[in-house]
């Protein structure tokens, strides 16, 4: 699979974005996830969600202000993302699982392709 993210920018705090995946397929896979770093730290979980039934996970530091959606028609999944806050800060990639549970939807090594990464920067 191939996936292709963009939609990030820069941003006055407070301000909203929406970054969007796009896969080449999405039969043979369980979910997309997006993932960020910022300069100086490691990889972070963000969000993530699964393309049959849309459940959706997230970290608890965007709980409540960011959103992850799918439109599986477009094989597409976005994520909403308002309130920001200087430390949301990153690039963010997305990336596709062949299989994720509740115990470790979170685990990068559960992800098998990633996506090139979009830059978000938030000015406070």
């Known amino acids: 699979v191939q996936l292709q993210a963009s939609g990030g920018g820069l941003q006055q705090a407070g301000g909203s974005l929406r970054l969007s995946c796009v896969a080449s397929?999405?039969?043979?896979?369980?979910?997309i996830g997006w993932f960020r770093q910022a300069p100086g730290k490691e990889r972070e979980f963000v969000a993530t969600?699964?393309?049959?039934?849309?459940?959706?996970f997230y970290t608890n530091s965007v709980k409540g202000r960011f959103t992850v959606s799918r439109d599986v028609a477009k094989n597409t999944v976005y994520l909403q993302m308002n309130s920001l806050k200087s430390e949301d800060t990153a690039v963010y990639y997305c990336?596709?699982?062949?299989?994720?549970?509740?115990?470790?939807?979170?685990?990068?090594?559960?992800?098998?392709?990633w996506g090139q990464g979009t830059q978000v920067t938030v000015s406070s």
């Open positions: 397929e999405r039969t043979s896979w369980h979910g």
């Open positions: 969600i699964t393309w049959g039934d849309g459940i959706t």
């Open positions: 990336a596709a699982s062949r299989f994720f549970g509740i115990l470790n939807y979170y685990w990068s090594d559960r992800y098998n392709a």
